[in-house]
């Protein structure tokens, strides 16, 4: 949020053939990935703005021409990833109008927690996606959706009320959180973001399915009941 660096990626489907690239696939996961990215966030501890500067270098790294290669791997820059004990990341889908808002949201909350003195150095990244009408707890059901994902990467200890007043800042605009990242869903969030009707079909197929609650757990009693 601090930075003017913006980095993108564009992805196509494609029939062509998947080309690996020994030549650039070795440097990418050795220096981008095993190096730099360990580099930068174990040096925010002691040294915040060497590790700032760090960031920014990874990102830089990051950058790749034109390839074809398997979504799996396309579709996720960090092949080596981070260790979560340097980061927690969450991510919210919101209608695409209600975009610029968010972000205007999130930029305001991070810069009051660095004027009082944090130092909270984060990654923030986008997407966008069509709405959805079959997949009924999807993040872009029945709405065109922007996704905005954060990653704090340092050793801020405030996080959990960080993102607790970041959701109380987006209330009015359904942020839905991605369901395998963290975030502070139970039963009555669920119903508000997604509605009662479909809270209730999810509840009626549980019974059907699992009436026995065999493949139920904290997190599913949590958010469904």
Known sequence: PTSDMVLNFFWNKTNNITKRRFIYDVPESIVTNAFLSRAAVRSLKYAPQVGSRLIELWLFGMQKDSHNQYSYLSLSPLKDPISVEYYIEVEFGVHIDDFKIAIDK?????????NQGYNLTALLTCRFSPGFDK????????????YITINIINYFDEYLEFFNKLEQML?????????????????????????????????????KLDPNRMFSNDFIERCFG
Request: contains cysteine.
């Open 106 to 114: 999130f930029k305001e909350l991070y810069n009051s927690y660095e």
């Open 171 to 207: 209330e009015p605009y359904l942020p839905r959180p991605h369901w395998g990242k963290f975030h502070l869903l139970n039963k009555e969030k669920v119903c508000d973001l997604y509605g009662q009707e479909i809270f209730d079909k999810f509840n009626d197929l549980r019974d």
């Open 135 to 146: 997949s009924s707890l999807s993040m872009s059901y029945k709405r065109d959706t922007a």
